[in-house]
Nanobody
Framework: QVQLEESGGGLMQPGDSLTLSCVDSGRTFSNYNIAWFRQSPGRGREFVAAVSWTGASPWLTDSVKGRFTISRDNTKNTVYLRMNNLNLLDTAVYYC????????????????WGQGTQVTVSS
């Protein structure tokens, strides 16, 4: 059973850096491709980044390329989202999720979700 929990969110200023963590307490973590999504008020869940079960093939959406990095440590059942040079548009609740199969941008392709962690960027 997969049980995901995100952490690391907070109130940040433009230009700040932050690292989010996604931990699977269900201990089946290494079997899954993992993605980060985000959702801001009034908007649908938006794909941010994904990483394969091996940690290879990191994939980021265009709006965060060059600023965000996704990585994982299967020995710790954890996926990280390192966010640099935050801007106001990064404000959202950030979720991690396990892929049903291949990584994809649609949230329909993901099965298990965490509860989310809030990231607020404000000047």
């Amino acid at each position: 059973q997969v049980q995901l929990e995100e952490s690391g969110g907070g109130l940040m200023q433009p230009g700040d850096s932050l690292t989010l963590s996604c931990v699977d307490s269900g201990r089946t973590f290494s079997n899954y491709n993992i993605a980060w999504f985000r959702q801001s008020p009034g908007r649908g869940r938006e794909f941010v980044a994904a990483v394969s079960w091996t940690g290879a093939s990191p994939w980021l959406t265009d709006s965060v390329k060059g600023r965000f990095t996704i990585s994982r440590d299967n020995t710790k059942n954890t996926v990280y989202l390192r966010m640099n040079n935050l801007n106001l548009l990064d404000t959202a609740v950030y979720y991690c999720a396990t892929a049903r199969n291949a990584m994809m941008e649609s949230p329909d392709g993901y099965e298990y979700w965490g509860q989310g962690t809030q990231v607020t960027v404000s000047s």
